[in-house]
């Protein structure tokens, strides 16, 4: 399973890659501006400065909704670094654009993902990614990781190559969930994986070798 982390902030996204088990980025214009980054040329940069860091895939995404502006978008983006993914949303021109991308040889991921019929059209467009928002469907009372587990369903029925890559995840158990039902790729906030590490019999087990080992020095 990989590991992404869903942020634009440059320290986080340091400290997940430090620890040796990031695997890639995904940003959205929302956490773009949560960091303040605003004006194209801003944004363009800040994407190079994330592909610096990390060693894997970047999501960026397109702000057109029309199809050209998807793709004259699309195609500065992919051209910006290798590592970059252009990031569509889950709209028709969307769908015609994965498609023009996949075709091209450019990696997708198509996001705004909230129901499996989504995700099959995403699929058969040729995506690299398929982001469902697991967190948005459970804040409004559905079952986000239903959906998870029906896409995994459908795209093993076909061997469709598109990995789900679950996102909107808000804490540790939704990544163990998506790990148990066989999320290709998980997304989220750094407290999400740091999360992962926490036990308290760890440290309690490791405070005892500690103080055993200096009783015998
Ligand atoms: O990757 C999608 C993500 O940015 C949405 O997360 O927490 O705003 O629902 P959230």
Redesign the pocket.
Known sequence: MKFFI?TANLNEIAEAQALGVLDGV?T?PS?MAKEGITGAENILAHYKKICDIVEGDVSAEVIATDFEGMVREGEQLASLHPQIVVKVPLIANGIKACKYFSDKGIKTNVTLVFSPGQALLAAKAGATYV?P?L??LDDISTDGLHLIAEIRQIYDNYGFETQILS??I?HTMHVIDCAKIGSDVM?GPLSSIMGLLKHPLTDIGLAKFLEDFKKGN
């Open positions: 869903d995904t959205n956490l982001s928002f967190g948005r996102a909107s808000r997304t």
